[in-house]
């Protein structure tokens, strides 16, 4: 079995600023990460996934993440967050087909 | 190419109530999975479907059940409600069983009062 952990349930950040959204999984096999995000009154949309090859991948509306294995970790990364970026996001693992998702963080984006 | 559409995208019921939820696949993707989505448990899985068969289930209570038809749509049904049965439930499409891409529609929220 696998679990994810999203280390923080909030994240407060102003516009421009870079952030960080952190992500540990625990499998006992080799895992497949993404990052999805949702919005309010929304489903999840996916962000980027890591499946194999490089470490870090980019995905959409700037974020990119980087897959550490020796750390087990997927941490989610952007430079920059504009207010539109103010959403839920779920860090998710899966081996086969399953999900299995973090209890997500909530990334607050003000002025 | 449309997305994932669930219908109806809200629902009140009563508790002892039944509820069938539906959910249409993107065009060409065969398998779909459901999830579960409340405050306090978060995400979880429910079943996922591939060939009109459930490949996988997650674990909750047999009041929730599924199916898969030709076409791929599928309906989820929960029998006898109850009030922590309240949440948003999401649908996933993805190609093939297995394939490890789901893209997920609007989602169902259900109220059970």
């Known amino acids: 079995a696998q679990s994810v952990t999203q280390l923080d349930s909030q994240v407060p950040v102003f516009e421009e600023a870079p952030v960080e959204l952190r992500c540990n999984y625990s499998?006992?096999?080799?895992?497949?990460l993404f990052w999805y995000v949702q919005y309010p009154n929304q489903g999840l949309q996916l962000l980027l996934k890591?499946?194999?090859?490089?470490?870090l991948v980019k995905g959409i509306n700037g974020f990119e993440a980087e897959f550490n294995k020796s750390q087990t970790s997927f941490h989610l990364r952007k430079p920059s967050v504009h207010i539109s970026d103010t959403a839920e996001y779920f860090c998710?693992?899966?081996?086969?087909?399953?999900?299995?998702f973090g209890k997500g963080t909530m990334l607050l984006v003000s002025p | 190419k449309a997305g994932v559409t669930q219908t109806p995208r809200y629902l009140i019921k009563t508790r002892g109530q039944q509820v069938t939820l539906s959910c249409s696949p993107i065009?060409?993707?065969?398998?779909v999975s459901w999830y579960q989505q409340t405050p306090g448990q978060g995400l979880q899985f429910l079943f996922e479907y591939f060939s009109e068969t459930q490949r996988n289930k997650g674990n909750f209570p047999g009041r929730f059940s599924g199916r898969q038809f030709s076409n791929s749509r599928s309906e989820m049904n929960v029998s006898t409600l109850e009030l922590g049965d309240s949440a948003l439930y999401l649908c996933?499409?993805?190609?093939?069983?297995?394939?490890?891409?789901?893209?997920f529609g609007p989602g169902t929220r259900l109220t059970v009062t």
């Open positions: 996933a499409s993805s190609l093939e069983e297995g394939y490890y891409e789901q893209y």
């Open positions: 998710a693992v899966t081996t086969y087909s399953t999900l299995t």
């Open positions: 065009s060409g993707h065969r398998s």
């Open positions: 499998s006992s096999v080799s895992v497949y």
């Open positions: 890591y499946l194999s090859g490089s470490t």
